[in-house]
T-cell receptor
Framework: SQQGEEDPQALSIQEGENATMNCSYK?????LQWYRQNSGRGLVHLIL?????REKHSGRLRVTLDTSKKSSSLLITASRAADTASYFC?????????????FGGGTRVLVKP | DAGITQSPRHKVTETGTPVTLRCHQT?????MYWYRQDPGHGLRLIHY???????DKGEVSDGYSVSRSKTEDFLLTLESATSSQTSVYFC????????????FGQGTRLTVV
């Protein structure tokens, strides 16, 4: 089974609206990361939040982390058609040997113009 | 884009034949990963490497082997390809003793017929 699980699996919104997706994980982590994947392309790193951080911002992205609930959320504000993509969370477990980065199943986001 | 190249980008092969996928990096990053991506499963880790000749298994390693004889190259071999190994394969690299962001290749679409 996967370490991270995103929710919802798919999301459809209008341009200008906010998009929120969640990630739950199972084991203690060193950090949690969010990635974007455009159709047919490789994943691109968006933001990393460490286990001792609760919130982080990068442009229109806001990430929160609740280690007590083993969950994270990614908020994209004022969405644009170009934000249409799949979004994945990835976790770096605290005791992983060799830096195993484990991904969830992703959230497909469709932003309609 | 980070200097990471996967080859080939597309391949069709017959069941039972061996197949080798290559990942080449020019970033001198210590860690290299092979993932497969399938609908409904997100990205699943096959094998990873934490140095030359240092490799370890991921969550779906059966039927796959890897080798890393040089820092820049990480090879994934399907010993005897099966239809269940039809997938998109991604290589990723990262640096540091603690997992930071990973950089992904463009992927290899493998079809086993």
């Amino acid at each position: 089974s996967q370490q991270g699980e995103e929710d919802p699996q798919a999301l459809s919104i209008q341009e200008g609206e906010n998009a929120t997706m969640n990630c739950s994980y199972k084991t203690s982590i060193n950090n949690l990361q969010w990635y974007r994947q455009n159709s047919g392309r490789g994943l691109v790193h968006l933001i990393l939040i460490r286990s001792n951080e609760r919130e982080k911002h990068s442009g229109r992205l806001r990430v929160t982390l609740d280690t007590s609930k083993k969950s994270s959320s990614l908020l994209i504000t004022a969405s644009r058609a170009a934000d249409t993509a799949s979004y994945f969370c990835a976790t770096a477990p605290i005791k992983a040997a060799g830096n195993k980065l484990t991904f969830g199943g992703g959230t497909r986001v469709l932003v309609k113009p | 884009d980070a200097g990471i190249t996967q080859s080939p980008r597309h391949k069709v092969t017959e069941t039972g034949t061996p197949v080798t996928l290559r990942c080449h990096q020019t970033e001198n990053h210590r860690y290299m990963y092979w993932y497969r991506q399938d609908p409904g499963h997100g990205l699943r880790l096959i094998h990873y490497s934490y140095g030359v000749k240092d490799t370890d298994k991921g969550e779906v390693s059966d039927g796959y082997s890897v080798s890393r004889s040089k820092t820049e190259d990480f090879l994934l071999t399907l010993e005897s390809a099966t239809s269940s190994q039809t997938s998109v394969y991604f290589c990723a690299i990262s640096e540091g003793t603690v997992i930071t962001e990973a950089f992904f290749g463009q992927g290899t679409r493998l079809t086993v017929v």
